[in-house]
RNA sequence: GCACGAGUAGCUCAGUGGUAGAGCGGCUGUCUUACACACAGUUGGUCAGGAGUUCGAAUCUCUUCUCGUGUACCA
């Protein structure tokens, strides 16, 4: 027995085997891509994950699918580029640095530090805590090229973000402006239209008495915000309505802070519901605030920033926060007499998606950009000149495109792209309180747009607010790249990113590509699945059903997670799930192992004598080719699963469970040409399969290409091309392949019938039983006959043209001819018999279903003919099957 | 409301007109000298319901139901 044998483990150990080839790979700068490099170019940028983010599921799926094509496209001998980095995520990292003050004793706020100080801190914070995803990355086995990592404020990054900004508002796309806005009271900023998520919610419907101002009667209102009852400046009702014609022009009491304002006619109210009349209350609802524009309607604002109430006329609700003075204004009004029902209701109500709060609708002064290239990012989609996979996701993205609104990009906000725009210092009082600014008013030299502040900074001073982070993320795709990389690698190859960013980053960074860079920045998006709990949800802290990729790489390795992960990962639809998949990702790695570890122990193979090559050897092969393929078209169609379900079946199923099994006697002893072929054999699949592998199992793939011995000067697989199917079997026509492929068929098969004949009389597997073949059909040689034993577990497999079997011996009908179990008279006849007669039952059901089928005269007719004769051939099967049967229960009798 | 997905074995998923599949789980055996993270056998399905097209439907059409996602909104 080899030395080997023993030093090596039974079980995969990944921990010191991924760090150890991370390492290497990185210092023998695998992953750097050479932008005068003749090859051809592949790239991606990553979808930068947030600096204080720390690795989730959806982050392993997106960024193993990301490594499995960049590994691939170097195989194939591309210049593969992968650019990283990370996103500085404005409001998530101020918060994040907020929360550290807030833990202070005594706590503090940003503004108690000052914006500059404060600033400084997130810098800090981010320089010690911000890398840590990039860490974790490393640990999945990324092929990210790390020496260009990026950061979207970094030195060259942040200028491009102020040029943008320049050109943009001095084409007059930018501008500045007095708007309603969805502004979050928690985080004291606007957000754009995309963070808020209406969320269907369970409120109160009130209906409210409203008396008419002359006395002679009263409007009924129906509201779910009766705290905004202050800022009420009329009511309106439909013009066609004729309940309430005549009292258009009249005026109502305004129940809270009593005075008396005007019922307006405005064909925006639906006579349908509620009571047919609404309030309007333009300063806290958009719609509210239309009406009160057409009508030139007084605008109260009676909410603070922070969602309190402001309004000293009622000095009852004035200071409260708005959902309790909601409450509180109920019981003001019930009071008064005032309120005439209230009813359970559900309404969609915004909620931020960063802070998780309801939203208010607030007028305020922001910045706004008219997307640029609109026309371009529809064209490019519906076109296909960017391919979207799963191709449904143009739709929604058409449809955004349609009904697209300019987007707020101004946020109040410290840590970020601070908005590059000065005002005089005399007029900015002034400049800020206008309702509107753009590129004209810039003309009069009071406004000053540029990347760098102006010559004599002390004359102006600059705009408070920061950009939305997406501002910047969506120049990502070129802003990452210097001109050498930009001429080599723009547009990128394939974008990999999930579908709940579609609108956030992949359709502004389509704009952007247009407008910016002289046209896509991506010929391909793949749109990942969501990672779900088994129950269905998304994944999320608060919940607590989302695993921590770290612990489960430290469990089942980082090749066990991906391999798992992807093999359940379908295309189109979410992911659910489960910790068991990835226990088999780690399983198959194992296995892996060990196969590799048998052909170890079994030395070098030979060319001498000529290596002699059997059925099992050659058909092994073929598949190996037909794995080329299917590996090839899958990744070309972005099926992930079908790669990896190839991987794994060819591997488990194919090379474990048939070949090596058929083959392990010719390593014992025998034929040494034939022992020879085995050896090579094993090499030639060993080394073609783990290239395949490679890019989804890359650790584990390069460690058993070392230790197998197959690296050519020390080479790393990572840096070795992709073994070339045509190679395989070139010295064999088709003929002799096929041939060769339905005797191993025709082998395997009967080696599960020898097996389920010992199984049905409760044999156990290892039970060395001798078989007899009447050989018929496949043609069988000796070689063949011993191999059909080995895979039975079975003493022999005797050939025998002549047997004549004693009554009542099991047996069944194989591609190679009909196998019998003498069983020495062991046999419980009883047993037998029932056994028979149920078989009976089944092939006399399957014979009259044929025979129906066959009978019918429009089946025969417009059916192909293949298929009639594979029914007809079928049929025959059966009847010789039953014949046989009822041969035997005769001879029990 | 509109749009788009999905519904196949106990679970996770393949399967785009020709006898319903895999892995896991369950149950039986087996520590057979690569692997018990394994091997062998076996048990699981009116393919969500209904109608239609077809010689033939999980697959195509229509419809209903359930779940998910996006989007628009009426207080």
Redesign the pocket.
């Given at each position: 027995?080899p030395a080997v044998?023993t030093e090596?483990p039974?079980?995969?150990?990944p921990t010191l085997v991924e760090e150890k080839w991370q390492t290497r790979w990185i210092s023998e700068g695998c992953f750097h891509a050479d932008p005068h490099s003749d090859k051809p170019a592949y790239s991606i940028v990553i979808p930068p994950p947030n600096v204080t983010g720390v690795l989730h599921m959806g982050h392993v799926l997106n960024n193993t699918i990301q490594d499995i094509l960049a590994r691939r496209a170097r195989q194939e001998g591309k210049e593969v580029l992968w650019l990283p980095g990370t996103d500085h995520a404005g409001i998530a990292t101020q918060a994040r640095v907020e929360k550290e003050l807030a833990k202070e004793n005594p706590p503090r706020t940003r503004f108690d530090v000052g914006r500059e100080d404060f600033v400084n801190m997130v810098w800090d914070w981010k320089e010690k805590h911000g890398g840590i995803i990039i860490n974790q990355l490393k640990k999945l086995g990324c092929s990210c090229d790390w020496e260009r990592e990026r950061f979207t404020m970094d030195d060259v990054y942040a200028p491009e973000v102020a040029r943008v900004f320049t050109e943009l508002f001095n084409e007059g796309l930018i501008y500045r402006g007095h708007r309603m806005v969805n502004w979050d009271p928690v985080l004291l900023t606007a957000l754009s239209?995309?963070e808020?998520?209406?969320?269907?919610s369970r409120s109160k419907?009130?209906t409210i008495r409203y008396k008419l101002a002359d006395g002679s009667g009263q409007l009924l209102?129906?509201?779910?915000?009766p705290e905004t009852i202050m800022a009420d400046v009329a009511v309106?009702v439909?013009p066609k309505d004729p309940r309430f014609a005549h009292l258009i022009g009249k005026t109502v009491i305004r129940p809270l802070c009593e005075a008396e304002i005007p019922i307006i006619a405005d064909e925006?109210?639906?006579?349908?519901?509620?009571?047919?009349?609404?309030?309007i209350t333009p300063a806290h609802?958009?719609?509210d605030f239309e009406v009160g524009m057409k009508n030139h309607l007084e605008i109260i604002d009676i909410l603070t920033a922070d969602g309190h109430i402001n309004c000293p006329g009622c000095p009852e609700l004035h200071g409260l926060d708005r959902f309790v003075a909601r409450d509180k204004s109920i019981e003001l009004i019930e009071a008064k007499g005032l309120l005439e029902k209230v009813e359970d209701?559900e309404?969609?109500?915004g909620i931020s998606q960063r802070s998780d709060v309801p939203i208010e609708p607030r007028l305020s002064m922001q910045w706004f950009l008219k997307y640029p290239c609109v026309k371009e990012a529809a064209e490019a989609v519906a076109n296909g000149d960017i391919v979207f996979r799963?191709a449904?996701?143009g739709?929604?993205y058409a449809?955004?495109l349609e009904?697209i609104?300019d987007w707020c990009i101004s946020r109040q906000l410290w840590w970020g792209h601070r908005i590059p725009v000065w005002y005089r210092k005399e007029k900015a009082a002034e400049l800020q309180a206008a309702t509107k600014l753009d590129a004209e008013d810039a003309a009069a030299g009071d406004i000053y747009v540029g990347v760098n502040p102006p010559s004599d900074p002390e004359n102006w001073v600059q705009d408070e607010d920061a950009l939305d982070t997406w501002f910047s993320s969506w120049l990502w795709p070129f802003s990452t790249m210097d001109k050498e990389c930009l001429a080599k690698f723009y547009p990128t190859s394939d974008l990999v990113t999930g579908?709940?960013i579609?609108?956030f980053w992949v359709a502004r960074m389509i704009m952007a590509g247009y407008r910016f860079a002289g046209g896509k920045p991506f010929g391909n998006v793949f749109f990942t699945?969501?990672v779900?709990d088994?129950?269905?949800?998304?994944m999320s802290k608060s919940l607590g059903n989302s695993p921590d990729p770290l612990d489960l790489i430290a469990k089942y390795g980082a090749d066990?997670l991906r391999f798992g992960l992807m093999?359940?990962?379908?295309?189109?639809?979410?992911?659910?799930?489960?910790e068991?998949?990835i226990?088999?990702g780690?399983?198959?790695?194992?296995?892996?192992?060990?196969?590799?570890?048998?052909?170890m122990?079994q030395g070098a193979a030979s060319t001498e004598p000529a290596p002699k090559f059997t059925a099992v050897h050659i058909d092994i092969l073929s598949k190996l080719k037909d794995l080329h393929e299917t590996v090839a078209d899958g990744l070309g169609k972005y099926?992930f699963?079908?790669y990896t379900?190839a991987l794994?079946?060819f591997f488990?199923?194919e090379?474990?469970?048939?070949f090596?099994?058929a083959v392990?006697n010719d390593?014992?002893d025998g034929d040494p040409a034939v022992k020879n072929a085995t050896l090579f054999t094993m090499d030639t699949v060993l080394r073609h399969y783990l290239a395949l592998l490679a890019p989804i199992m890359p650790h584990i793939a390069e460690e058993l290409w070392a230790s197998l011995g197959f690296a050519r000067d020390g080479q790393p697989l990572m840096s070795t091309a992709l073994p070339q199917a045509d190679a395989l079997l070139s010295g064999l026509d088709t003929t002799a392949i096929s041939k060769a492929r339905a005797t191993a068929t025709a082998l395997y098969d009967t080696?599960?019938k020898a097996?389920?004949l010992?199984?049905?009389y409760?044999?156990?597997?290892?039970r060395k039983v001798k078989f007899v073949l009447k050989p018929a059909g496949v043609p069988v040689d000796a070689d063949l006959a011993s191999r059909l034993a080995l895979l039975a577990?079975a003493q022999s497999a005797e050939l025998n043209k002549d047997y004549e079997a004693p009554k009542g011996t099991p047996t069944a009908l194989t591609p190679l001819g009909e196998l019998f179990l003498p069983l020495e008279g062991l046999v419980d006849v009883e047993a037998e018999r029932t056994r028979i007669t149920k078989e009976l039952e089944k092939m006399a059901k399957?014979i009259s279903?044929?025979q129906a089928?066959l009978g019918?005269?429009?089946?025969v007719?417009?059916?192909?003919a293949?298929?009639?004769e594979?029914?007809r051939a079928?049929l025959a099967?059966w009847e010789t099957k039953t014949a046989q049967l009822q041969a035997m229960l005769s001879a029990l009798a």
């Open positions: 027995m044998m090596l039974k079980a995969y150990e239209d995309e808020v998520i209406m969320t269907p419907l009130y209102v129906s509201t779910t915000r309106a439909n925006h109210v639906e006579i349908d519901f509620g009571t047919g009349a609404l309030k609802d958009r719609t209701y309404n969609n109500v799963p449904h996701w739709k929604t449809h955004w009904g609104q579908p709940d579609i609108f699945s969501i779900r088994l129950l269905g949800r998304k066990g093999r359940i990962s379908p295309t189109g639809t979410d992911v659910k799930f489960d068991k998949q226990e088999e780690k399983n198959f790695a194992n296995k892996l192992y060990n196969a590799a570890r048998f052909r122990m099926e699963n079908t379900q794994y079946s488990w199923n090379y474990c469970s048939l090596l099994e392990k390593l014992r080696a599960n097996r389920n010992k199984a049905e409760n044999l156990a597997t290892n577990g399957e279903r044929s089928k019918n005269a429009s089946f007719d417009r059916a192909p293949a298929v009639v594979q029914e079928r099967e």
